[in-house]
């Protein structure tokens, strides 16, 4: 794409992921185009998330961010179709000269869902959590009211602010989800629980 900036989609597997990267449209330092997708799809629906990203490269995207929630991709059949997935798209360049396509993907995962990323405003955990359940359990020392619903995304508006408005901050979560990618790379556990988060605002400029 052309105008004077970058064209970037990031790719989310639901509504939170929608949600908060509308709300952090304003927060982009760089020239960006920032296009969120939500596939309106279950997390293990692999097949769906490869058409997304085909489509964004077709559109001629010059980056491309898909936001991973590594609670339902890593057993049985999904982990396999994940990881031929990750192998063939993840930190990868697409050119397509003819098309004027150049594209770079990247995959961004986080263990267990995104939840945990609005921990990291708050708190450093790298525990297990057994279902999304904990996780939200987890979070609500800190956002009493959180729900994954579409009514309560609306009514909170900027997903970002509501976390700022409870006592988080967002330098804390860049921190923490720094942290928690290197202790992952440090250990043979596949239990810990990390976000990688801090990689897609840096791509967006967002680094405070």
Not at 19 to 48: C, H, M, V, W
Not at 169 to 189: F, G, I, P, Y
Request: hydrophobic content about 30%.
């Amino acid at each position: 794409m052309t105008g004077g900036y970058k064209a970037i989609t990031v790719i989310g597997e639901g509504i939170t992921e929608k949600y908060y990267i509308e709300s952090l449209r304003s927060l982009a330092k760089n020239n960006f185009q920032i296009t969120p997708q939500e596939l309106g799809i279950k997390a293990s629906n692999l097949a769906d998330l490869e058409k997304a990203i085909s489509k964004a490269i077709d559109k001629g995207y010059d980056e491309i961010y898909c936001l991973i929630d590594m609670d339902s991709k890593e057993n049985g059949a999904s982990s396999s179709k994940y990881k031929t997935l990750k192998e063939k798209y993840h930190d990868r360049r697409i050119v397509k000269k003819k098309k004027g396509i150049d594209c770079y993907i990247r995959f961004i995962e986080t263990k267990r869902c995104t939840e945990l990323w609005f921990i990291y405003y708050f708190d450093y955990v790298t525990r297990h959590f057994a279902s999304y359940k904990e996780v939200e359990t987890y979070l609500h020392k800190y956002v009493a009211d959180y729900e994954k619903h579409d009514r309560y995304f609306k009514s909170v508006k900027d997903l970002h602010k509501k976390m700022l408005s409870c006592g988080g901050v967002l330098k804390r979560a860049l921190e923490n989800a720094r942290k928690s990618v290197s202790a992952r790379d440090q250990t043979d556990s596949t239990d810990m629980s990390y976000s990688e988060m801090h990689y897609l605002l840096h791509a967006l400029g967002i680094e405070e």
